[in-house]
């Protein structure tokens, strides 16, 4: 990854782009003007979306996002709307920039009590920015929900009113916008649920701020995107063979629960590892083989045969946890996988296994001489971690990838991949659909057959999130994660399949 496109995908959280402000001021960029090339993008965004809205309210808080409003106000106001503003404070307690936006507004400000909510074809929430950090109440909650209960659209300032930046939580009240228009890079609450419920469509404007900020701040948290990893993505050449695309093991259930790790060793097998076997009982493999042919069958009954089985260096990656079981025997072959030192997919039962150990599953962890990946849900991330709920999902998967030593993928609508030495990405590209039963085994196995065709174990966890997510959105509704397959091949065609499509 180039520092150019990894700086595209940069999310900045709400005191990182104060950071980025001031840097701009530092460096020639006068406040206001930053403020008037806010309400500019506000404003393009305004005509080109709601070109027919006549009289449009304008509602303005006491800093800096209030500042944006009267911009934007006024704007509208030179080009012949009707404009409402409202102003949510003292206007004479308003300083800095925001007191001189005030200043330059020609118009009056309209009481809030009696506020035209109803009256507005289109309203504007500049109340407060991504900077707030606790729920709203009092007159704020009530301008908000007066908001929400107009029937106009709404275009929020930065952030929607009430939604925290960094957390994408709601703690109180939070205006519904319709679009969000931002600037210079997106925050985490743009993308973390239920923040990116409130926000609508996000719009990311440029007022002026130099790229040259983002090297200053040393920001490790990206949306996900192949930007991020395409250069470590694993490209067929001429000279390789099977044997060189590596070979993941998965570890089968029982012989009635084999379908989830089948779904996981077809899945493995389609994102490119060279060869893939299922190990388990003979009862379980019995079943395996009325389902598949390309994958091969190994019988390991107990964890001592697991062991001997491992003893092939040619069995490269090892993933395990889809339908194995919670059993003492699962807890032996989890034993046996940990300390086989491969590169380690884990999920599902594996994970409630891990939860049972403590802090000795991590020392284990830690001593691979490659990252494990985990792949938790909510409840099993709990049952993992504890409760860290008092923070962002981006902080708790940073903190468990500290404490584990692993690359975490926190699964959800707002999956995060965090590792050890602090980077994080937020995905978004999944859609509703995918919450349907094996679709986690399948994520399973594409992250395994990348990791087997030796792409980093960061990078594989993001590619195969993001690619379980576009093989959904190829399939859309009514899928199931027997089909996720069929998506999958298609995407990998389209995106990676020496078309040129990118």
């Known amino acids: 990854m180039t520092q150019a496109t990894a700086l595209a995908h940069i999310l ?49 808080g006491p800093g800096n996002n209030g500042g944006d409003g009267f911009v934007v106000a006024k704007r509208l106001r030179s080009l012949g709307k009707k404009v409402h503003v409202g102003l949510l404070g003292d206007p004479s307690k308003l300083t800095g920039d925001a007191a001189k936006a005030f200043s330059d507004w020609p118009g009056k400000i309209t009481p809030l009590e009696a506020f035209p909510f109803d009256n507005c074809d289109l309203l504007i929430d500049a109340l407060f920015g991504a900077g707030l950090s606790r729920g709203l109440e009092g007159t704020a909650a009530e301008l908000v929900g007066r908001m929400n209960a107009a029937s106009a659209p709404i275009i929020a300032v930065d952030l929607p009113s009430g939604l925290s930046g960094r957390t ?27 923040g990116r419920e409130f926000c609508g469509d996000v719009i990311v404007g440029d007022i002026g701020i130099p790229q040259t900020a983002l090297t200053q701040l040393e920001a490790q948290l990206h949306e996900n995107h192949p930007d991020l990893w395409r250069a470590e993505f694993p490209s067929p050449s001429l000279t390789g063979h099977k044997y060189s695309k590596g070979h993941a093991l998965i570890l089968s259930g029982s012989e009635f629960a084999t379908g989830a790790s089948r779904l996981t060793a077809k899945a493995a097998l389609r994102t490119g590892a060279g060869l893939v076997s299922l190990c388990g009982s003979a009862d379980a493999l019995r079943i395996h083989a009325a389902h598949v042919t390309a994958i091969m069958l190994r019988p390991a009954e107990t964890a001592s045969d697991l062991k001997d ?36 997919i884990l999920d599902a039962d594996a994970l409630t296994l891990l939860s049972q150990r403590e802090d000795a599953s991590f020392a284990a962890l830690k001593a691979l001489n490659e990252p494990a990946i985990l792949t938790p849900h909510a409840g099993e991330f709990k049952r993992l971690f504890g409760d860290m709920s008092e923070t962002s999902k981006v902080e708790e998967a940073l903190e468990a990838a500290r404490q584990s030593g692993a690359i975490i993928v926190y699964k959800g609508a707002d999956t995060v991949i965090a590792a050890p030495d602090g980077r994080a990405v ?63 091949k298609i995407v990998l065609k389209k995106r990676f399949g020496g078309s040129g499509e990118t």
């Open 168 to 194: 994408g939580k709601a703690e109180g009240a939070v205006v519904q916008a319709t679009a969000s228009v931002t600037f210079f890079r997106k925050k985490p609450g743009h993308l973390l649920l239920p």
């Open 309 to 344: 089985l491992l003893d092939d260096a040619r069995l490269t990656t090892l993933a395990l946890g889809p339908g194995l079981g919670t059993s003492t025997d699962a807890d032996e072959k989890l034993t046996i996988a940990l300390r086989a030192d491969r590169r380690l």
């Open 426 to 488: 937020i995905n978004t590209n999944a859609p509703p659909c995918l919450a349907t039963a094996g679709s986690g085994d399948t994520l399973t196995g594409i992250i395994t057959g990348l990791r087997s065709q030796d792409m980093p174990a960061f990078e594989a966890a993001c590619a195969g999130v993001w690619l379980h997510g576009e093989a959904a959105n190829v399939l859309g509704p009514g899928l199931t994660a027997d089909d996720l397959e069929d998506g999958l």
């Open 12 to 60: 900045l959280t709400p005191e990182e782009m104060g950071k980025a402000d001031q840097y701009a001021i530092q460096h020639g960029t006068p406040g206001y003007t930053l403020m008037l090339a806010a309400g500019e993008r506000i404003l393009e965004y305004t005509l080109r979306t709601h070109p027919l809205s006549k009289t449009i309210g304008v509602l303005c």
